[in-house]
């Protein structure tokens, strides 16, 4: 025999409180009046059953009128509690007492406003995330520090900020393929080797469309940035785009703990930091070319000083090769050799704002004449200073008379404020100075010369500095 469930009231579906409201208020309301109607026509109803059946009437009307009430109680609330929710306040719950079909409506608002008020906290904290991002980065853009140093920033801070284990900024070479940069996570040897054709792979269609997007590799596939060692589980990429033009494409790779790339977010973050990297490498092109220029200008400035002079015709090129052979001899680095030779082509391009009834003059210079010339080291700083890769140049032009005693000009330095960079540069201006003729003297000979910075070790110039000049230029004949 089958048994028949019965539901309590509070469990009872909207539909079914609502019958039995109706069949409470109408239906059996009609059919004890009929009955009563029957009844007292045919005179078998005393009046006791007829107050009894009016007491029914009235318990059954006042039932459904309660149930009714409480289907419109719980509607009324949900439409409260979810205007609330509407308007901003997401830690408010919608409440239900019964488990009817608002109830599970109510359970079904919650899961949502927990959903959203989770995915609002996420997305808050992603807009501080790329805020703080946003903010260094720009910052060490709008600094003087190199390009090497904000890429680094860059790449590493997506890294960070995205979750994932590796990095790299690839832009295209003359042949229009692209090669890496600069990456971070990356087996050095495998980045150096990478090269990718427009089109090819993931990262090439990015390239070519110049829209940003990201990829999932399932566990069997041979993709070709599997193939290349470049991603292995995950990859998103975004292009570096300047002027309209796109110059490379950043990319992050294998996002941690198995998880996937957020498109939406992820891919906004990324993009914001591709356009960084973009004007940060843009920028950087512009200031080569202006800084290009520029030295090519003082270049020829600097041959036009001597062209005037022909006592000095090849004086700076002399001193540049003096001054690396010295270099070797003290072990300098690459960089302090290369600063050392430009510093040495350069040293005497203040000249071009001395008189040439001065630069020219074949006797000897008045005390006026004197300060006027002295004040070359000074006009040299201010060419080069304008030109940021020449600044530590600029050092060197402007001091390139001073003297270890610290009788020298323009400043007067000691002996512990000058470089070994300088002191070489000093000795070997001085030595060719007086082994090439001059309007006012002959040219002394290599022994004689030598002598004279001996003489003057300890003075003019710094004793180590004249011993190893001595037995460099004697070496070489």
Known sequence: MTKIAFKSLSEQGILEKLIISILLMAIIPLVLIIYILHTEAFSVIQKTHIKITVCFMIASISVGYFLSRRIVVSVLQLVRDVKGITRGNYNKRVSATDNDEISMLAQYFNQITDELEKNIKDLQESKKVIQRVLLKIGTAISSDQA?????????????????????????????????????????????????????????????????AGSVEFAQKDISFEKKIGLAQKSL????????????GVITIEDKKANRRFNDEDDIILLENLAGQAAIAIENNRLNQDIERTYLET???????????????????????????????????????????????LLHDIGKIGVKDEILLKPGNLTAE????????????????????????????????????????????????DLTLSLKIMTAADAYDAMTSNRPYRKAMT???????LQRCSGTYFDPKVVEVFASTVKKDG
């Open 147 to 211: 390009l090497d140093n904000i890429l680094e920033l860059t790449i590493e801070t997506s890294i960070q900020a995205l979750g994932a284990t590796s990095g790299a900024i690839f832009v295209k070479d003359k042949s229009n393929d692209l090669k890496v940069m600069l990456s971070s996570g990356l087996d050095k040897e495998i980045a150096s080797h990478i090269k990718i054709k427009k089109g090819e792979g993931f990262v090439g269609k990015v390239f070519e469309t110049g829209k």
């Open 236 to 247: 998103m990429c975004a292009p570096l785009v300047t002027k309209g033009k796109t110059i």
């Open 298 to 344: 003082i270049s020829t400035l600097a041959l036009a000083v001597e062209a005037k002079d022909p006592y000095t015709r090849g004086h700076a090129k002399r001193v540049a090769d003096y001054s690396l052979k010295m270099a070797d001899e003290f072990a300098l680095d690459k960089a302090t050799k290369d600063m050392l030779r430009d510093a040495a």
């Open 369 to 416: 004449e004197r300060r006027h010339m002295e004040l070359h080291p000074i006009i040299g700083e201010n060419i080069l200073r304008p030109i940021h890769s020449l600044s530590k140049i600029a050092y060197l032009v402007k001091h390139h008379h001073e003297r270890v005693d610290g009788t020298g000009y323009p400043d007067g330095l000691g002996k512990e």
């Open 446 to 452: 290599h022994e004689e010369a030598i002598k004279e």
